[in-house]
């Protein structure tokens, strides 16, 4: 079980959009990420946490591709929504100064795809001084190997691995 005080961490989804939740992923499909993922953030949303959506933006294109926008049920939970133009979400978005005035010090991951968007964005967090939560049967990857090197080799040094049911805010 993992505690966490709701008035310095926040939930940051990354790239829960249409096109990449409807890819083949594993080992968790996209619509279970999803499920799992509005369950955080409406736990987090009622204990007072602030919940970040991130999503990519291609750079350089006059048009985002069809299902670029976030999930409406991700939008719809989302305290902020950051839109990034690289692999993490922390180079250029602003995310940092956002997360810091909020006060925020502990970061909760969860999303698509665990060894890229959320690897990446960890990595940079972890750099800022972050404390790290990273909650594997909310996040996935494009094969399940990819999945599971981020979340047995790489996430561990960085921070926390737990499953949903065991994050606790309070």
């Given at each position: 079980m993992t505690t966490l005080?709701?008035?310095?961490?926040?939930?940051?989804?990354i790239d829960l959009m249409d096109r990449i939740v409807a890819n083949p992923l594993a080992p968790h499909t996209g619509s279970e990420v999803v499920a799992a993922s509005l369950e955080l953030?409406?736990?987090?949303?009622?204990?007072?946490?602030p919940v970040v959506a991130v999503r990519v933006e291609r750079p350089n294109v006059a048009e985002q591709p069809p299902g670029s926008e976030l999930l409406a049920e991700v939008e719809a939970v989302a305290d902020e929504v950051v839109?990034?133009?690289?692999?993490?979400a922390f180079?250029?978005?602003?995310?940092h100064e956002l997360l810091r005035a909020r006060g925020v010090e502990t970061l909760v991951f969860a999303g698509i795809a665990t060894n890229l968007g959320v690897?990446?964005?960890a990595r940079a967090a972890a750099d800022h001084g972050y404390?790290?939560?990273?909650v594997e049967d909310a996040m996935t990857g494009l094969s399940?190997?990819?999945?599971?090197?981020?979340?047995?080799?790489d996430f561990p040094r960085l921070g926390?691995?737990?499953?949903?049911g065991d994050v606790r805010l309070g």
């Open positions: 005080d709701p008035r310095d961490t926040a939930l940051v989804l953030a409406r736990a987090f949303r009622a204990a007072g946490a839109v990034k133009r690289t692999i993490g180079q250029g978005t602003g995310l690897e990446s964005s404390r790290l939560v990273f399940a190997e990819e999945h599971r090197a981020s979340v047995e080799l926390e691995v737990v499953v949903a």
